[in-house]
Every structure is written in C-alpha cells, then in structure tokens.
C-alpha cells in the first residue's frame, strides 16, 4: 500500500435503520494522519457515519449499509459479521465514545485487558505498558498512586482519558472519537485537544463535533454534515474562511439546494452556535 493512498475511502455510502435512510450518498476520501472532524447539529448523521469505519454499526441490528468503505484500499464491505478480520479490524481502528466508558474495573486493568488478550504479557510486561500508555495521555501522575482503584471512581475528563489510553494500548492505526469532549468541561476539553494535537502527528484521527469552534481549533480537514448529506468537506481553514463571507447556500443534494449553516459569531468568538 503507498504511502499516498488515503486512510479511509468512502464511495456512495448510504446508512438506514430499519427502513429509514439516515446517511445518503457519502463519497469522500480520508487522508492518512492528522484530524479529519465531521460537524454537524445533533441527528445530522456524525455517529452513523463514523460507526461505519471500525464496523461497530454491526452491534445494532436494524442497520443496513450500502455503499463501500475502503481501509487502506481493501473493502470492509467484505468482512462478515463477527468475524476474525473484524475483531482485528477494530483494534487498527481503535473508538472513543461521546460519554467515559471505562469498563468497571480498575484503572489498571482497563488499559491491561487489552494487552493482555492482544499480546498474552506477563505481569512486568504489562506494568511497563501500562505506565508508558498511561504516560503517553498524561494521566500516569494522577494515577501512579490508586492503580487499583476503580475507574468509575475518576474524574469524567481522567475517564475520557483513560478511554483512549484504553485505545491507543493497542496501537492502532486510525483513532475514532464520537464527540470526545460533549460531557467535559473546558479544562478536561482542553486536555484531550491538546493530546489530539500530539497525537494526529502520528496516526490518523477522525472525529465528531457539534461545535464549529472545536473543528476550526482541532481538525485539518473539515466535513460538514446535514440531514445526514455530506455538504461541504474541506481544509478546515477554507471553512471557515467562506462562512465569514456569510455567502448563500452554493451545495446541491439531488437537485435539491442545502442550506448551508452560515457562522454566526465572531472567528475568535466562542459564544453562538453555528446552529441555532
Ligand atoms: N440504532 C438506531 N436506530 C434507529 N435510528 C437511529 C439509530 N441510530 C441513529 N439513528 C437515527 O439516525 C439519525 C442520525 O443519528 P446519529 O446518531 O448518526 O446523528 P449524530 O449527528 O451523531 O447525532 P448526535 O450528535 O445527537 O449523536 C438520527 O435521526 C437518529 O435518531
């Protein structure tokens, strides 16, 4: 695979549940590295799509997809479900979700069970690990002392964290965040974006937002989603270049004009909502 093929291609990619469809017509490519964000109002169809890359779409049983998704150009619409390629798939392409899910058990062993089954470590082995992904998110100071304590027990921006270390132990190759900072405040978002930042150096990162101020502060390259159509994905700093100009809507969906959420504050602004 070279280099120049990009992380992710997405052709026609169309979501229902049931049999209503809620993504239409996604055709898009994903560089490799850096932060792809798609942005959107709530419903705009952000979760439907990214649930599509890593396959995890497959643990809800009315959806149906049509459509092909290509990961470092092999089709992902081949894999069965419940597959070996999907469990494999899965750990290349690690996923944080909107709202701290660590498993309930300590926060050792939240990063640890993965190792573990991935890798078969002893216990040297895996307290080395451990400590350096724990390292590598910034929380090892916070926790060095109370490995042993129950990870419900932290603060939600350590569990956001120790979500992703949760991820990244298993070195994957694309990281999915749903939404990462929704339920945090500023300090603990500000922690995870810079963490981001670092790590987008190195690996690829694809991430949803309903907040255009955290793509324009975070992503390289923006998509904008609405009622579930793919309206606009460009640099991020052409995005928000064109939306001062408050220009009308310029997009097309079958025919029919979108209208384009103009931005109403403000560039350095950070109060108003694209949406409302
Ligand atoms: N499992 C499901 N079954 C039926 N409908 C669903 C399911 N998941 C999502 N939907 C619907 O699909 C549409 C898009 O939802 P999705 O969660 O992808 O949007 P979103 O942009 O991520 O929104 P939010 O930011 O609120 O999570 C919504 O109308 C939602 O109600």
């Given at each position: 695979m070279s280099r120049t093929t990009p992380q992710f291609?997405?052709?026609?990619?169309?979501v229902f549940y049931g049999r209503t469809q809620r993504?239409?017509?996604?055709?898009?490519?994903?560089?490799?590295?850096?932060?792809?964000a798609f942005?959107?109002?709530?419903?705009?169809?952000?979760?439907s799509l990214l649930r599509v890359l890593n396959h995890t779409y497959d643990l809800f049983s009315d959806v149906r997809i049509e459509g092909n998704v290509l990961l470092d150009g092999e089709d992902l619409s081949l894999y069965g479900r419940n597959s070996t390629e999907i469990m494999l798939l899965r750990q290349r392409v690690g996923m944080v979700c909107q709202c701290p899910n660590p498993f309930p058990r300590s926060i050792y062993e939240n990063v640890a069970y993965g190792?573990?089954?991935?890798y078969g470590y002893r216990k040297r082995q895996l307290d080395e690990r451990v400590e350096?992904?724990?390292?590598?998110v910034g929380l090892w100071h916070d926790v060095k002392e109370r490995l042993t304590q129950h990870a419900l027990h932290l603060a939600a921006g350590q569990q956001q964290l120790l979500c992703l270390a949760r991820a990244l132990a298993l070195e994957p190759d694309v990281?999915?965040?749903?939404?990462?900072c929704s339920l945090l405040d500023p300090a603990a978002?500000?922690?995870i974006e810079t963490l981001l930042?670092?790590?987008g150096q190195e690996m690829t990162i694809i991430l949803t937002t309903s907040n255009p101020h955290q793509a324009r502060r975070m992503a390289d390259t923006t998509g904008v989603l609405f009622d579930g159509q793919l309206v606009e994905y460009v640099p991020t700093f052409r995005l928000f270049l064109e939306s001062q100009d408050l220009k009308p809507p310029r997009h097309e969906c079958a025919g029919v004009p979108v209208a384009h959420p103009p931005f109403p504050c403000s560039p350095d602004g950070e109060q108003g909502s694209w949406w409302g």
């Amino acid at each position: 695979m070279s280099r120049t093929t990009p992380q992710f291609e997405i052709r026609d990619l169309n979501v229902f549940y049931g049999r209503t469809q809620r993504v239409f017509h996604v055709s898009v490519d994903i560089e490799r590295y850096g932060i792809t964000a798609f942005l959107g109002s709530s419903g705009s169809g952000k979760s439907s799509l990214l649930r599509v890359l890593n396959h995890t779409y497959d643990l809800f049983s009315d959806v149906r997809i049509e459509g092909n998704v290509l990961l470092d150009g092999e089709d992902l619409s081949l894999y069965g479900r419940n597959s070996t390629e999907i469990m494999l798939l899965r750990q290349r392409v690690g996923m944080v979700c909107q709202c701290p899910n660590p498993f309930p058990r300590s926060i050792y062993e939240n990063v640890a069970y993965g190792l573990r089954l991935r890798y078969g470590y002893r216990k040297r082995q895996l307290d080395e690990r451990v400590e350096q992904t724990l390292q590598r998110v910034g929380l090892w100071h916070d926790v060095k002392e109370r490995l042993t304590q129950h990870a419900l027990h932290l603060a939600a921006g350590q569990q956001q964290l120790l979500c992703l270390a949760r991820a990244l132990a298993l070195e994957p190759d694309v990281l999915l965040l749903d939404e990462p900072c929704s339920l945090l405040d500023p300090a603990a978002t500000y922690q995870i974006e810079t963490l981001l930042q670092t790590l987008g150096q190195e690996m690829t990162i694809i991430l949803t937002t309903s907040n255009p101020h955290q793509a324009r502060r975070m992503a390289d390259t923006t998509g904008v989603l609405f009622d579930g159509q793919l309206v606009e994905y460009v640099p991020t700093f052409r995005l928000f270049l064109e939306s001062q100009d408050l220009k009308p809507p310029r997009h097309e969906c079958a025919g029919v004009p979108v209208a384009h959420p103009p931005f109403p504050c403000s560039p350095d602004g950070e109060q108003g909502s694209w949406w409302g």
